[in-house]
């Protein structure tokens, strides 16, 4: 144990071992000791000796430790000695003693100015040994799954030095342990375990290592945000006191930061799990002139930021609206706001703050009204864009400030018509409130001043104001100026080229063409406006055509741009600056070759390409102010278009009007014919509903029908029936007459018949009237027949119908004198039947009983007669009123089914001309088609370029897009 006792500090009783040796000795002892304590100690003596010799550590006891960890999990002492030894040889920490050291008192400047250059390359060998340990480490991918087993451990001797490894790890090879970790069953959610320890140590150390872990790794992002890393986060964040706490605030928001920046998974995330509406009490700092420590600015800096990631441009557009919404819903962007018009604010808190508001209120129209209607806390009050302004153009203020004043105007004015309009308004005379600074009024002041800077931010802003929108490009054209006494007032129009052609600095220069260019693009009535001038033209070709430095080079370009959209946006108003005019022009002073090179030169100019990347105007300094995103676009939409207008003849620029012409007459008519289809297309679709419509009404007529029939057969049945019935009972009763013949009569009976048979002589008496009155209806429609046979002679159509109806009548006349003769029968029976009644019953007759009985049977037989003759009548006539009811509605279903087969004949018909005309229309757009192609392959051999359609539905489409994420 002597090596032990040395390595611990006891007395040395002989020749010392050198540290490669002593480490060999512990390494053999961990490797082939029984003992725990034995196998303990050396650890330990490791540990000590590894930040000294990391080296021969590393490369002599690594193994060990790592099998350390796999048997002596049990023990957490030793397990916590093997973790700490593994921190020692795999952490960069040099740089942290070597703080420490420079932390410890001043040193000259001389040391000052030597020592960086040791510290860096020591450094760099210090890196350099971390990472090659780590590989070794992380290159049997178990070692990094048992470390984060051993994570779980809850011993703090375990947890924390595990935590501390884990991070090193990371610092040196951050992608492949981070490919590790993915695919270690439940090795994100072990780790996210860290934030809910209770000891603030680990919990600390675990926000350092999820730091790490998270960076550029969208899987492990999202990842970490469904375990609930947000809540917790927001969680630690309020405890420590929002944005008066700690380094620990810093360290939540770092990580926030790394889980939403360029995810927009976890960025959706976040918002719909409404933890936007929780960033609003971070801004609650009040109006304090003091309190604002270091670590408050810090902690409000990178609170401004998540804002920003949640709103940037670069989001998709959905998105960015969504989070704008939330944050006006929940008074988040008021809070911002109010820090805005605060006192005391610090200027890099404040210049975050105006850029974090801009990207808020950028294309959202609810925000850029409530951002329009804020006021300063100023007697009187003013516009905060009024105030913003004034710091803009004031060349006291910081630099950095300016730029994102001007910064947050763009994006107030970005798809922002409204807001364009009210800025243009406060220029025209009508609206200029001589007691009152208007916005106006300031972009004019920053565009004429001694300032450079304030020159160029008041053009941009201005150019701003006009962008895409036609109406406030002519309304500009209106705003007069005055510029001293006694002179008339000049339009700003003029007044700029006046301020273009003194020749002024060249920040100053580009600006103003900058904004001249942007005016009268796409604006004929401008451009009409600007070559009325006649020193304008002049001005611009000399410009062009001298060979000017370098310096100058830039202002060439932008004077070839600002004379093309001349050219190309001449509406041929001015007979001495026509667009044929402009363009000889240009070939004799300047040279088509030589003008398209000044033209391409903005676009290779070092400073475009940074400024077209992204619309937040950044600048290193004043100098490097030139170009805007914006303007960017604008120049890269006009480039080729307008080389290829000054390379035109004037035969060729009519043969393309020609072409062009053709190309939209054929548009108008392939147009027509579309909707033509579509027309008949609808009339085609509306005319099969129709038709299924109709067909259900068949179908439900079909089965009301078949279930009429069904019922009619049923009540022919039941009357055949009742026939029977009545037949069988008639026989019944005349079997029971024979058989009451023997019954005897009472006299009182028989004065009861005689007046029954007084009753029936009326009765007959009444039938013959009625008798005489259907003979003469029979005689009156035989006569009214025979006189319509003799007059309808002479027509054959006619004479068959009235035949028809002719013998209908001696039908009904037949069985009418049928039922006359019946009846006469049954009153000739009944007459009979009376007069032997009569003599049955005289005084004389001795044989009174047996006639008393006659009379009875005679009396019952006739009374049932007569009652079932009219029982039987009247069902007859309630049958045959039935069977004519059902008749007619089989004959009006009848009639119903054949108009309904008729319509339906009739749509099919339509509807086959309807497909004869749709293929001769689809013949005709196929002959237009081969003329269109035709057309343009004319036009390709003549070198124009020709858009395909593809291209085109494309461009429509983002155009569709664009315009719904602007609604």
Not at 163 to 176: D, E, I, W, Y
Request: proline share 3%.
């Amino acid at each position: 144990m002597n090596f032990l006792r040395g390595v611990m500090g006891g007395q040395p009783t002989g020749p010392q071992p050198s540290g490669a040796e002593t480490i060999q000795k512990l390494c053999d002892r961990v490797a082939s000791s029984t003992l725990l304590e034995d196998r303990r100690d050396a650890v330990r003596a490791l540990k000590a000796l590894s930040k000294k010799y990391r080296s021969e550590v590393a490369s002599q006891a690594m193994s060990h430790l790592i099998h350390i960890l796999q048997t002596d999990s049990s023990d957490s002492e030793i397990i916590g000695y093997a973790l700490d030894t593994l921190y020692n040889i795999i952490s960069n920490d040099e740089e942290e003693e070597q703080d420490e050291s420079e932390d410890g008192g001043p040193s000259s400047s001389g040391k000052q100015s030597s020592k960086p250059a040791h510290d860096e390359s020591g450094q760099k060998q210090a890196d350099d040994l971390g990472s090659q340990f780590t590989e070794i480490f992380i290159k049997e991918q178990e070692n990094v799954t048992l470390l984060l087993s051993l994570l779980e451990e809850f011993d703090f001797h375990v947890r924390w030095p595990g935590v501390k490894l884990l991070t090193a790890l990371l610092k040196n090879q951050c992608s492949q342990v981070q490919a590790v970790i993915l695919v270690s069953p439940m090795g994100v959610s072990r780790l996210m375990d860290l934030l809910a320890d209770s000891r603030e140590v680990i919990r600390n150390d675990g926000l350092l290592l999820l730091q790490h872990l998270t960076k550029c790794n969208a899987a492990i992002q999202k990842i970490v945000a469904f375990e609930n890393a947000f809540e917790r986060l927001l969680d630690i964040i309020t405890e420590e006191g929002n944005s008066d706490g700690g380094i620990v605030v810093e360290d939540c928001l770092l990580l926030l930061l790394n889980l939403l920046k360029n995810n927009s998974s976890n960025q959706n995330f976040f918002k719909e799990g409404s933890y936007i509406q929780r960033m609003k009490p971070w801004f609650e700092v009040g109006d304090e002139n003091s309190g604002w420590s270091a670590q408050k600015v810090t902690n409000l800096h990178l609170m401004l930021q998540l804002v920003r990631v949640m709103v940037s441009p670069v989001n998709p557009p959905g998105a960015t609206s969504s989070c704008q919404k939330s944050m006006y819903h929940c008074g988040l962007l008021q809070q911002l706001c109010s820090i805005l018009m605060a006192t005391g604010v610090p200027a890099d808190i404040l210049t975050e703050t105006i850029n974090t508001v801009s990207e808020v209120i950028r294309g959202s129209q609810v925000n850029q009204d409530y951002f329009a209607s804020v006021n300063a806390p100023s007697n009187p009050p003013r516009p905060a864009i009024v105030v913003l302004l004034m710091s803009m153009v004031n060349e006291r203020q910081p630099f950095v400030l300016r730029c994102a004043v001007l910064y947050c105007f763009q994006c107030f004015l970005y798809k922002n018509q409204k807001g364009q309009g009210e800025i243009v308004a406060t220029l025209l005379p009508s609206t200029i409130d001589a007691n009152s600074i208007s916005a106006g009024q300031l972009l004019c002041g920053g565009l004429f001043s001694t300032d450079s800077v304030s020159n160029w931010c008041a053009a941009v802003a201005l150019a701003h104001a006009l962008q895409d929108n036609l109406t406030q490009k002519e309304q500009l054209l209106r705003v007069q100026l005055a510029t001293s006494l006694g002179n008339p007032p000049v339009s700003l129009l003029q007044q700029c080229t006046n301020i273009l052609s003194q020749g002024s600095k060249v920040q100053t220069r580009v600006g103003l063409l900058m904004l001249l260019c942007t005016w009268i693009s796409n604006c004929p009535i401008a451009v009409t406006h600007f070559l009325h001038n006649q020193a304008n033209i002049p001005f611009l070709t000399g410009q062009i055509s001298e060979n000017l430095g370098e310096d100058e080079e830039l202002v060439q370009g932008l004077c070839a741009l600002l004379l093309g959209i001349c050219v190309y946006y001449n509406d041929n108003s001015l007979e001495n600056y026509t667009k044929e005019k402009l363009k000889q022009l240009i070939e004799k002073r300047i040279g088509k070759e030589n003008f398209v090179e000044k033209l391409g030169s903005i676009c290779k100019h070092e400073l475009y390409s940074r400024a077209a990347q992204k619309p937040q105007p950044v600048f290193s300094s004043p100098e490097q102010m030139l170009f805007d995103h914006e303007f960017t676009k604008l120049v890269k939409e006009l480039e080729a278009v307008l080389t290829k207008t000054v390379h035109k003849s004037s035969e060729e620029e009519k043969k393309e009007e020609e072409v062009k012409k053709t190309l939209e007459q054929h548009d108008s008519i392939v147009t027509q014919y579309k909707e033509l289809i579509r027309e008949q297309d609808t009339q085609i679709n509306e005319l099969k509903t129709q038709v299924s419509s109709m067909k259900t009404q068949n179908e439900q007529l079909q089965a009301s029908l078949t279930q009429q029939l069904s019922q009619l057969q049923q009540h022919k049945d039941q009357y055949n029936v009742l026939k029977l019935k009545l037949g069988k009972d008639s026989q019944q009763h005349n079997a029971h007459g024979e058989g009451a013949q023997v019954n005897g009569v009472q006299s009182e009976e028989l004065s009861r018949l005689w007046e029954e048979l007084e009753e029936l002589k009326k009765q007959h008496g009444v039938l013959q009237s009625q008798l005489a009155e259907k003979d003469s209806l029979i005689e009156k429609m035989k006569s009214e027949g025979a006189h319509a046979v003799e007059g309808t002679a002479g027509s054959s159509e006619n004479n068959s119908e009235l035949q028809k109806e002719l013998e209908t009548l001696r039908a009904q006349v037949q069985s009418q004198s049928a039922e006359i003769s019946q009846l006469q029968a049954e009153r000739q029976e009944l007459l009979n039947k009376a007069e032997t009644l009569a003599m049955v019953s005289a005084p004389g007759n001795t044989d009174s009983s047996a006639a008393a009985a006659k009379i009875t049977e005679l009396e019952k037989r006739l009374s049932e007669v007569t009652g079932e003759t009219e029982k039987i009548k009247e069902e007859g006539k309630i049958w045959s009123d039935s069977k004519a009811a059902l008749e007619q509605q089989v004959a009006t279903a009848n009639s119903s089914v054949a108009i309904l087969q008729n319509e339906k004949s009739k749509l099919q018909q339509e509807v086959a001309e309807s497909k004869k005309e749709q293929d001769d229309l689809l013949m005709l757009l196929a002959d237009q088609d081969q003329k269109i192609k035709s057309l343009k392959d004319k036009l390709k051999e003549l070198g124009e370029p020709i858009e395909e359609d593809d291209d085109l539905d494309t461009r429509d489409q983002y155009d569709d897009e664009d315009d719904e994420d602007d609604d």
